[in-house]
């Protein structure tokens, strides 16, 4: 099964408006870090915002935050007042814990990505 | 700052040569990672460390091994290149405390190409 999901291969969004980019997560580890990152046409992968299982809040970084329900295994993340340089492919990824040799594991699950297009 | 550096940027390797990339991080972190980008795909995992002289397999470790012989340094190593590696490949590394220093920084890539 796949951990990440994301449903949108493509958004488009007119500069200055808000936009939601979809993620859906499968985990049965209680404890387990959400991440998103921003990949733009250089290709350098840029990370955004995290949020953590047990965090109470939504995370927010500046114009992003993560709409995070867990019930629904969900971490939307969604950009404010868009402008042009935010085009660019959007990973959503995850993170279990658990303990490997002393150590915990930190692999990341990422999820296909939405590329997002703003316009004029 | 630094942080993540890749070497080399592109990369062209004929069938059955050898290369190795370079990935080293100047943040001490503990953890290190080797994933590859296909067109239109994720990121999926190829090897990791946990710590000097500690590393295991991925999900695509086929085709490819690692060392860790310090903290900084994690180099990929490609034996018999074929056409199926052709692909960005991505070095990582994060703390090994929980929470946000989970967060993975990456470096600016390795665009490989095997013809």
């Known amino acids: 099964a796949q951990k990440i999901t994301q449903t949108q291969p493509g958004m488009f969004v007119q500069e200055k408006e808000a936009v939601t980019l979809d993620c859906t997560y499968d985990?049965?580890?209680?404890?387990?870090?959400l991440f998103w990152y921003k990949q733009p046409s250089s290709g350098e992968m840029i990370f955004l915002i995290y949020?953590?299982?047990?965090?109470?809040q939504n995370a927010t970084e500046g114009r992003y935050s993560l709409n995070f329900q867990k019930a629904r295994k969900s971490a939307n993340l969604v950009i404010s007042a868009s402008q042009l340089g935010d085009s660019a492919m959007y990973f959503c990824a995850m993170r279990e814990a658990r303990v490997d040799r002393g150590s915990t594991l930190g692999r990341l699950y990422f999820g296909r990505g939405t590329q997002l297009t703003v316009w004029p | 700052n630094a942080g993540v550096t890749q070497t080399p940027k592109f990369r062209i390797l004929k069938i059955g040569q050898s290369m190795t990339l370079q990935c080293t991080q100047d943040?001490?972190?503990?953890?290190m990672y080797w994933y590859r980008q296909d067109p239109g795909m994720g990121l999926k995992l190829i090897y990791y460390?946990?710590?000097?002289?500690?590393?295991d397999k991925g999900e695509v470790p086929n085709g490819y091994n690692v060392s860790r012989s310090t903290t900084e340094d994690f180099p990929l190593r490609l034996e018999l290149a074929a056409p199926s590696q052709t692909s960005v490949y991505f070095c990582?590394?994060?703390?090994?405390?929980?929470?946000?220093?989970?967060?993975?920084?990456f470096g600016a890539g390795t665009r490989l190409s095997v013809l």
């Open positions: 985990t049965s580890d209680p404890s387990y870090g």
């Open positions: 949020q953590g299982s047990y965090d109470q």
């Open positions: 990582a590394s994060s703390s090994s405390s929980g929470g946000p220093a989970w967060i993975q920084y």
């Open positions: 943040m001490n972190h503990n953890y």
């Open positions: 460390s946990v710590g000097a002289g500690i590393t």
